[in-house]
Nanobody, 125 residues
Framework: QVQLVESGGGLVQAGLSLRLSCAASGGTFSTYNMGWFRQAPGKEREFVAA????????YTAEGVKGRFTISRDNAKSTVYLLMNSLKPEDTAVYYC??????????????????WGQGTQVTVSS
């Protein structure tokens, strides 16, 4: 059983940056694909970014491409989401997730096996 704990959220002005962290425990971190999702009030959970377990290949949603960067440190069992040029529409609860099956869809929330509790990001205009 993998436990995921997000941190780094908060209140930030538009145009500034935040870096989210997600620390994993209870499993072999390097064997999981990792993803970030977000959910705004009244909206469905949406894909933000993902990173493959071995190759480190990354995928980023169109709406955040060029602004958000996902990375991982397998030695620290941690995945990061660097968010630059934040906009008010980025306001949401951000969740990290771990995926056991490498061939599963990286953008579908239902294909992930473990989830963190989420961290709130609020961007003021």
């Amino acid at each position: 059983q993998v436990q995921l704990v997000e941190s780094g959220g908060g209140l930030v002005q538009a145009g500034l940056s935040l870096r989210l962290s997600c620390a994993a425990s209870g499993g072999t971190f390097s064997t999981y694909n990792m993803g970030w999702f977000r959910q705004a009030p009244g909206k469905e959970r949406e894909f933000v970014a993902a990173i493959r377990r071995r190759s480190g290949i990354t995928y980023t949603a169109e709406g955040v491409k060029g602004r958000f960067t996902i990375s991982r440190d397998n030695a620290k069992s941690t995945v990061y989401l660097l968010m630059n040029s934040l906009k008010p529409e980025d306001t949401a609860v951000y969740y990290c997730a771990a995926q056991k099956t490498s061939s599963a869809s990286y953008s579908r929330a239902s294909s992930y096996d473990y989830w963190g509790q989420g961290t709130q990001v609020t961007v003021s205009s």
